[in-house]
Structure formats: C-alpha cells, structure tokens
C-alpha cells in the first residue's frame, strides 16, 4: 500500500487547509487511517485517526474543535481539514494506514504499518 499526501502550504494565522491522502495498491478491506505530524526538532507526534469504517474519529487535545478528519472508501482516501490554524501547527503532516479497522491505541506510530511522505505545513503569526 502507497500513501501520497498532498495539500500543505504556507498559510496564515487563523487560516485553514485542507490535507488529502490516497492510498493505493493492494487494499483487501480499508483499515484505520490517521494523521501524524512532526515539527523541526520535535518527535512524531498523533493528530488524528479515522476508524475503517468512519464511523469513529479520534483527535489529539491541541487540534480538538479545529481540525477534523474525514474518508472516503470508495476513492480510498483521508482528508484533514484544518481551521484556525495556529503557528505552534507548523509541522511535516504524515498520513498512515493500518490494516485494522479499530486499534487499541490510535496515537500509537506503532499500530500503523504504512506511511506517506508527508506534506509541510506552514502557519505564519
């Protein structure tokens, strides 16, 4: 499975954006998909996940009532829209898969076994 990203930026403060990530290649049945992002210097770092089915969303405490992640099966991709973008969001956006469709921890890097390359994003004050 190949994820490519797609839709970072530079934006300002209080703007918004809106990330894509398709998957291809062999996909049996659609897993979990998420949204990781990683600043200068920072470690990679959860933001939010997306059930296989879409019925369940999990997001990280600092993007909470901003960003909202969202799918679609039948085009097999994840979509991050980001409102009221602060500076402190500035990072590499990273999208990953997992094979499952619930996990047990979704801000676990370790529980998804495939990554994109990443989109930069760039929130200026």
């Known amino acids: 499975v190949q994820l490519q990203a797609s839709g970072g930026g530079l934006v300002k403060a209080g703007g918004s954006l809106r990330l894509s990530c398709v998957a291809s290649?062999?996909?049996?049945?659609?897993?979990?998909m998420g949204w990781f992002r990683q600043a200068p210097g920072e470690e990679r770092e959860f933001v939010t996940a997306i059930s296989g089915t879409g019925g369940s969303t999990y997001d990280a405490d600092p993007v909470k009532g901003r960003f909202t992640i969202s799918r679609d099966n039948v085009k097999n991709a994840v979509y991050l829209q980001m409102n009221s973008l602060k500076p402190e969001d500035t990072a590499v956006y990273y999208c990953a898969a997992a094979v499952r469709r619930h996990l047990r921890d979704y801000s676990n890097l370790a529980e998804y076994g495939y990554w994109g390359r990443g989109t930069l994003v760039t929130v200026s004050s």
């Open positions: 290649g062999r996909i049996v049945s659609p897993g979990v």
